[in-house]
Each structure stands twice: as C-alpha cells, then as structure tokens.
C-alpha cells in the first residue's frame, strides 16, 4: 500500500512508527491529533499514552485537552520564553480553566 493512499489517521500513526523503528529514547511529536477524526484521535492518543511508560515524550500542541490527556507535566511557552512549567492539574488549579465567551453576530440590516 503506498502511504499516499492511507488516511490521515494511518499516516500519522505510520509517521509515529517510523520514528519508533531506531527504538529512541527521546519521541518527539509536533501536533500529534492534528487534523484527525474522532476515532483516529483516539487511537493514536492511546498510542502515545502507552508509549510514555518507556519513553520520553516531548510534544507540541496548541489543544490544551490533548496536553492535559497525554502530558504529565506541561511546559507554557511564548516567543521562547518558558511561562510555566508544572503538571496539567496544577496549571488548571493556578491559572483557572478558562471562561466560555459567547459571540452572536447579528447582519447588518441596513446595507447600502
């Protein structure tokens, strides 16, 4: 099967076991759940999660659930300079989960 022809689910799950086929130490993800479906995402985070019992695993990500679900301690970083550095409960404890803000945008009525 040529990998162009695999969803993006199995490529990413391809790109992870390739990395893997030298045995490393250190895996390092960038946006591992990225563009995926439901069931893919599932996958691979069960993947990633079992490998964290023999692995260091240094990942990137802008989905603060994925960080919560895989990361044990997470790393806040802007423009290169490290903002926090704890576990995903402690940074939920300190800085809050965040307020839910509600846009409703309504047409303008009156178009010209």
């Known amino acids: 099967v040529l990998a162009d022809k695999l969803s993006g689910g199995m490529k990413r799950r391809l790109n992870i076991c390739m ?15 990225a563009g995926l479906d439901p ?22 990500t802008h989905n603060m659930d994925e960080a919560d679900r895989l990361s044990d301690r ?3 970083i802007d423009h290169g300079r490290l903002l926090s550095l704890n576990t995903p409960s402690w940074l939920k404890k300190s800085i809050g989960e965040g307020d ?5 945008l309504e047409t303008d009525k009156t178009t010209k």
């Open 100 to 104: 839910i803000v509600e846009i409703i």
């Open 39 to 60: 069931q893919s995402r599932v996958l691979v985070r069960d993947f990633i999660i079992s490998l964290k019992r023999d692995k260091t695993i240094i990942l990137t």
């Open 19 to 33: 990395a893997l086929i030298h045995d490393p130490e250190i895996l390092v993800l960038d946006e591992p759940e």
């Open 74 to 76: 997470v790393a806040i």
